[in-house]
Nanobody, 125 residues
Framework: QVQLVESGGGLVQAGGSLRLSCAAS????????MGWFRQAPGKEREFVAV????????YYTDSVKGRFTISRDNAKNTVYLQMNSLKPEDTAVYYC??????????????????WGQGTQVTVSS
């Protein structure tokens, strides 16, 4: 089992920045990926970014490219999502998730076996 605990959400004005953190504990895997998803009211959960722990490859959804950066701290078993130039449409509950197999379809929520509780990000205009 893997436990994921997110932190860092909050209320920010458009153009501002936030950094989300996700601390992982429990089982370890030889090759896994950590992703961030978000879900706005009335919408489906959508992929935001992912980082593969082995090698550090990163992928982003188009709407956040150039504004968000996903990174990891191996020693702390923590993944971060630095969010800059925030827009009102970034408002959502943000979830971190762990894919124990680092699947090729990293954008699909179905490949992620473990999820955090979510943290609210609200961007005011």
């Amino acid at each position: 089992q893997v436990q994921l605990v997110e932190s860092g959400g909050g209320l920010v004005q458009a153009g501002g920045s936030l950094r989300l953190s996700c601390a992982a504990s429990g089982s370890t895997f030889s090759n896994y990926a950590m992703g961030w998803f978000r879900q706005a009211p009335g919408k489906e959960r959508e992929f935001v970014a992912v980082i593969r722990w082995s090698g550090g490859s990163t992928y982003y959804t188009d709407s956040v490219k150039g504004r968000f950066t996903i990174s990891r701290d191996n020693a702390k078993n923590t993944v971060y999502l630095q969010m800059n130039s925030l827009k009102p449409e970034d408002t959502a509950v943000y979830y971190c998730a762990c894919d124990p197999r680092a699947s090729a379809i990293y954008y699909s929520p179905r490949v992620y076996a473990y999820w955090g509780q979510g943290t609210q990000v609200t961007v005011s205009s």
